[in-house]
Every structure is written in C-alpha cells, then in structure tokens.
C-alpha cells in the first residue's frame, strides 16, 4: 500500500487566498489525481511482468481517496482481495495456495495422491491472456467428473476410447493428469497434476517507482487545482 498525504499547516501557509475549504479542496484534488497516477503505474507494472494479466490481476488494487476532513490518499487492495490472493505471492514470493480450479480437482476427481498443482499441459487450449479455455476446461472437467474411480483404476479402455477427456489409470505408462483422445485415436495431454506446491520468487515489485511518481505528479496535480480553486474564489467575488 502507498499512501499520500499533506501537512495541513504547511499547506495552509501557501494558501493564503483561499479559505481554509477551498485550499483542502484543492488539495483533495490533487491527491486523489496523483493517486489515479500511481495506481496507473502499478497496472503497467504488471503488464511489464507478466504476460498478459487478466482485468482480475490488474483490478486487484484500487484507490481509497481523499477528503477534506482527511487530507491522505492510498492505492492499497481492494476489500475483496482475500488473504490467499495469488498477487501476494507474486509481489513477495514463497508459495501458493491452490486455486479454485485446483481444489476442485482434488475433491471432485478420484485421483491417487493430492493434487497441490495443476497446470496446461502443451494440448491444452489457451485463451487471450494464456490461461486455459473455459469451454475446454468445462467440457474436461464434465468427462472426467463422470469416469468411475473404478474405471480409472483397473482400465475401463473401451470406455476411455469414447470419452473425448480422461484420467489415464493408476498402473498407465501416461503421466498424471487430464488427457484428451482425438477421433483418429491419437492423444494428448491438456493438464498436468503435481503433487508439488508451486513455489515463486519475489516478481511484482508494487512498490517500484510508486513513490518517485508521486512525488513527481503530486507537486504538479497542486499547482493546477490550486490555480483552479483561485479562479474559482475570484469568480465568486
């Protein structure tokens, strides 16, 4: 979390012409716009980090703005950020819980040993932003959830050779996770199943360059609502 603020007596002293609510006015003004700055810079941080980050990743952060009975700015997460959010462990490493997808894998499929990561395997369709197709997803997840555990574990061949998506069995020479048999017999794996937990290395930076870009715009953003707030008196009289 960044967080913008002024000294309320310092300000005042250069605001001679204005009252004490057009000079916090102003000064609400132009925190809350070096604060949209900031939070810009943070989102094209990520664009530069990561490959092609979802509106969800970049909508992680939000402003919480300025008043005049509080003259302070913050780009901090949004309320709905959990605890587990996996930009957490991007901006200061270490590992990640499981997704969404993950648990719902581990307690859906009958599966021998947990299932800590899953991850596109190279047959795997991908959207826009390199993730796994919903409509994929959804259809394999629809086949998979259907196979027997009994099938899955002592062969069911005939039945995995009509299914379009299949766990191969626990004695297969295949590799575990979700596999996907083409019309002409041919297959391919589409999600691989890791019992390892997915470990990363400090990667966001949020707050690299945040400070230097406030301490940039805020004097700017000032001058020009001061200004504005000066004309605005004169205007009245």
């Given amino acids: 979390m960044l967080q913008l603020s002024l000294d309320d007596r310092a300000l005042q002293a250069n605001l001679r012409r204005l009252s004490d609510r057009d000079a916090r006015t102003a000064a609400v003004w132009a925190l809350n716009d070096t604060a949209d700055d900031v939070l810009k810079h943070v989102q094209g941080r990520m664009d530069q980090v990561f490959d092609r980050?979802?509106?969800?990743?970049?909508?992680?952060?939000m402003v919480w703005r300025a008043k005049p009975s509080l003259l302070e700015a913050k780009v901090m997460e949004r309320?709905?950020?959990?605890?587990?959010?996996?930009?957490?462990?991007?901006e200061f490493g270490g590992k990640r819980g499981q997704t969404g997808l993950e648990a719902l894998l581990s307690s859906r499929l009958g599966h021998d040993g947990k299932i800590s990561a899953a991850v596109p395997a190279a047959g795997a369709k991908l959207n826009a932003y390199g993730n796994w197709s919903p409509s994929e997803r959804n259809q394999a997840l629809a086949a998979v959830s259907?196979?027997?555990p009994a099938a899955a574990a002592t062969g069911g061949?005939?039945?995995r050779r009509r299914a379009g998506y299949f766990l191969p069995a626990a004695s297969s020479r295949l590799s575990s996770g979700?596999?996907?048999?083409?019309p002409d017999g041919s297959i391919k794996k589409v999600l691989h199943f890791t019992t390892a937990v997915p470990e990363y290395r400090q990667r966001l930076g949020f707050f690299d360059g945040t400070e230097a870009v406030s301490a940039r715009r805020l004097p700017v953003h000032l001058q020009r609502t001061i200004a504005k707030m000066v004309e605005r008196a004169a205007s009245r009289g």
């Fill in 157 to 159: 061949t005939r039945r």
């Fill in 79 to 90: 309320p709905s950020v959990g605890r587990r959010h996996y930009l957490k462990v991007e």
């Fill in 178 to 182: 979700i596999w996907k048999r083409n």
């Fill in 146 to 148: 259907r196979q027997a």
């Fill in 53 to 61: 980050p979802t509106q969800f990743t970049k909508n992680a952060f």
